[in-house]
Structures are given as structure tokens and as C-alpha cells.
């Protein structure tokens, strides 16, 4: 888990540092010169949210990289963007680790048949929520 949650602060800190040093720059440095809308977009979500924004962004997979380099690009104070990442790294690693290692704890408890047919049972539910969702926003 310290490993996780130090990948994810050590990433976030590199892209802040990216955006702090190279500001605007960046947008001239491919992929973000193919792709200047995450930024704008990244930029957007910072102005409305402020430092909010790298909690709530490393939940979001494309905001999850952009936040942090927005907020450098916007001069955010260091220590300030340094509070907000901590600890949303943290969440992160939890958030995204309980799941597999539930399931994981869940199938040694189940006999061999039953653990396989709850698996793909639980992947076919994600699958159709995720479906479902897809759908909706089409």
C-alpha cells in the first residue's frame, strides 16, 4: 500500500513540477499539442473546484494526470497543491486496492465451482452497470 500511495504522490508531484516550471509551454509539447481540450479542460475544473479539484480529480481517469499539471501551470503554492495530493493519493490507493483484495479474500473462502461463478457473476453486474452507463450518457 506505501508503495502504491508513494507512486501516485511522486506522479502527481512530477506533473505538478511540469506544469510549475514549463507553464504554457506544455501546450506546445506533444500528446497536449494533439490533444490542447484536456488541458483547457483540466484548466476549467481547477478555476470552478480550486484545490478541491486534485481530490476530486484523481477519481476521474483523464483528469487524474491534467489536474495536477494545471495546478503547477497556475502557480499553485507547492505546499498547498503537497496537502490536497497527500492525502487524495492515499484514498486513491485504498479506494482502488479494497476491491481485488475483497474479492480475492471472498474466492479462498469459496469452494473452487462456487468462487469461479461468483466472479463471473460479479464482472457480468460491473459490466452491465457500466453498460447502463454508457448508455445514458449516450
Known sequence: MLWIIAGAFIGDCISFY????????????WPLSRFPKILDKGEGFFKNHGGKSIIIGRFFGPARS???????????????FAIAAFPSACMWA????????????????LPKGKATEFLIAALGIVLIIWLCIWAIKL
Not at 20 to 28: C, D, E, P, S, T
Not at 96 to 104: A, C, E, S
Open 66 to 80: 491534467a489536474i495536477p499539471m494545471v495546478a503547477g501551470i497556475l502557480q499553485m503554492k507547492p505546499w498547498r
Open 94 to 109: 485504498v479506494v482502488y486496492t479494497i476491491p481485488g483484495v475483497f474479492l480475492g479474500a471472498l474466492s479462498t473462502e
Open 18 to 29: 511540469l506544469g510549475y516550471h514549463y507553464q504554457n509551454g506544455l501546450r506546445k509539447i
